[in-house]
C-alpha cells in the first residue's frame, strides 16, 4: 500500500523571488502575504538590524586613521 501526498497546493505557491549566488531564483515557496521565503526575510524579525550599524564602523575608522 503506497501513501499519496496531495503537494499540489505547495507546488502551486508563488516563489520566493531572492536571488542564489548563482544567479538562480530561489525555489522554496514564498511566506503567506510577503515576496520571500523565511530564508529570504519573509519570517517576522528577519532582516536587518535597526539603525545603521555601518556608520558606527566608518566612524570608528576615521577615528583610528587620524591616531594614526
Known amino acids: 500500500m503506497t501513501h499519496r501526498r496531495n503537494t499540489t497546493p505547495m507546488l502551486q505557491s508563488p516563489r520566493c523571488g531572492a536571488k542564489t549566488r548563482a544567479n538562480g531564483r530561489c525555489r522554496a ?12 526575510g519573509g519570517a517576522a524579525g528577519s532582516g536587518a538590524p535597526p539603525g545603521n550599524r555601518n556608520e558606527l564602523i566608518r566612524e570608528a575608522n576615521r577615528l583610528l586613521k587620524e591616531l594614526s
Open 29 to 40: 515557496p514564498a511566506v503567506r502575504g510577503k515576496r520571500r521565503c523565511r530564508m529570504h
